[in-house]
């Protein structure tokens, strides 16, 4: 007898893979949930200062169909559910969201937009951010802090899986939203004992 869970499993495979060529009507497009920061300090004398650079995905994220693995070896790309927007980019723009709310009183700016000279860089590179067979999102990655000078301050890896209210891309975005906030908020708290140290 095969478990219910595994049934629910390969209900949720079988319910997306007719999504990923599904028939007429031009592809469905999906944008993860955007925010924007509760509060944001300015730049000033003596208050900490952090980059956020580019999120870099793994080359098979790069692309513009929604991404879910169907068996331990097999991954497919949706072809009629995809992103509206590039994927890295929509990844950036909740992670400095996300950084600039929970990060009180530091100043959160992105690459290449006028960065402060003694501003700490965080880079972070996303390797999994996909639906999974087992019916939650999958998100892991790893995040490395550098100074001014390009040296390394930190690093660590993070990992998430987000259980999908329902079968469905509509719900899979959903989760994949929801984590990538909660990623955001604990990368925050890793990173906020050394922007208080690079302080003083």
């Known amino acids: 007898m095969i478990a219910p869970i595994r049934i629910a499993a390969l ?3 079988l319910a997306l893979a007719g999504c990923a060529t599904g028939a007429g009507g031009g592809p469905a497009l999906y944008m993860l949930d955007h925010s924007t920061p509760t509060r944001a300090a300015s730049p000033a ?3 900490p200062a952090i980059v956020v650079e580019p999120v870099d995905v793994a080359p098979f994220l790069d692309a513009s169909g929604i991404v879910y693995q169907t068996a331990a070896h097999r991954v497919v790309l949706a072809n ?4 509206a927007s590039p994927l890295s980019a929509q990844l950036t723009d909740g992670l400095y969201a996300g950084l600039a709310t929970e990060l ?4 959160v700016q992105r690459a290449g937009r006028g960065e402060p000279d003694a501003a700490l860089h965080l880079g972070t590179r996303v390797d999994e951010f996909m639906g999974h067979y087992d019916g ?3 998100i892991a990655g790893q995040w490395t802090l550098t100074d ?4 390394q301050l930190a690093q660590a890896r993070f990992e998430r899986r987000i259980p999908l209210s329902e079968d469905g891309y509509e719900a899979l975005v959903a989760s994949l939203s929801r984590g990538w906030r909660q990623s955001a908020q604990a990368i925050a708290a890793e990173i906020a004992p050394r ?5 003083d």
């Open 104 to 107: 009180d009183g530091v100043f």
């Open 45 to 47: 004398a003596g208050r």
């Open 80 to 83: 009629d559910n995809r992103w």
């Open 136 to 138: 939650s999102a999958h």
């Open 195 to 199: 922007l208080e140290n690079d302080a």
């Open 148 to 151: 001014a000078a390009g040296r």
């Open 11 to 13: 209900c949720l495979v």
